[in-house]
């Protein structure tokens, strides 16, 4: 049972354009929603994160889009770049659990 | 100063063998984890230890032991390892939210 879906798998931009990688849960009970980066040969690393109770949070060029009725949210980077080329991965925890379930994983390259 | 650090980086061992991975956070957090991920990339939780107290233990064979002597410390001992096993096994660590990755054990079972 896969609580985190992600889409796309893999997603190839050129430079300047903008990233989507988006997320779907049935779980209501989770309340916390990071997005995670990881490059070749390192461990994940937490990039942005948002709580339901928002509908979207920007960090310079990364943006989460929150849709609580459509238990649904997303990941947009603008002014992508080479080095953003990385695997996105999303995630979710529910209240009183510091367990992160986490999404398949997204490549994204990004032409320059 | 590393925040999560794991050794060894890289394991290669023959089906059989008992190998051990360790794992040292100085970030002062509470929570303790042992995610594995798969050739597919996939990142799939195995164990979490809060304060030294096991709090998590997912679908892993009991082949997988996972010891903490302290909070700062978690580590992972596999017997009778098989060709199955091979994967990036990493550690992580929490003060409640957002976690800590460790830069990932490459495990190799030939």
């Known amino acids: 049972q896969q609580q985190v879906k992600q889409s796309p798998q893999s997603l190839i931009v050129q430079k300047g354009g903008i990233s989507i990688i988006n997320c779907a849960y049935e779980?209501?009970?989770?309340?916390?929603f990071p997005w995670y980066q990881q490059f070749p040969g390192k461990g994940p690393a937490l990039l942005i994160a948002i709580r339901p109770d928002v509908s979207e949070k920007k960090e310079g060029r990364f943006t989460i889009s929150f849709n609580k009725s459509a238990k649904q949210f997303s990941l947009h980077i603008m002014d992508s770049q080479p080095g953003d080329s990385a695997t996105y991965f999303c995630?979710?925890?529910?209240?009183?659990?510091?367990?992160?379930?986490f999404g398949k994983g997204t490549k994204l390259t990004v032409n320059p | 100063d590393t925040a999560v650090s794991q050794t060894p980086k890289y394991l290669v061992t023959q089906m059989g063998n008992d190998k051990s991975i360790k794992c040292e956070q100085n970030?002062?957090?509470?929570?303790m984890y042992w995610y594995k991920q798969d050739s597919k990339k996939f990142l799939k939780i195995m164990f979490s230890y809060n304060n030294k107290e096991l709090i998590i233990n997912e679908t892993v064979p009991n082949r997988f032991s996972p010891k903490s002597p302290d909070k700062a410390h978690l580590n992972l001992h596999i017997n009778s390892l098989e060709l199955g096993d091979s994967a990036v096994y990493f550690c992580?660590?929490?003060?409640?939210?957002?976690?800590?990755f460790g830069s990932g054990t490459r495990l190799t079972v030939v």
């Open positions: 995630a979710a925890s529910q209240r009183g659990s510091e367990k992160l379930v």
């Open positions: 970030l002062g957090h509470d929570t």
């Open positions: 779980n209501t009970a989770f309340d916390y």
């Open positions: 992580a660590s929490s003060l409640l939210y957002g976690y800590t």
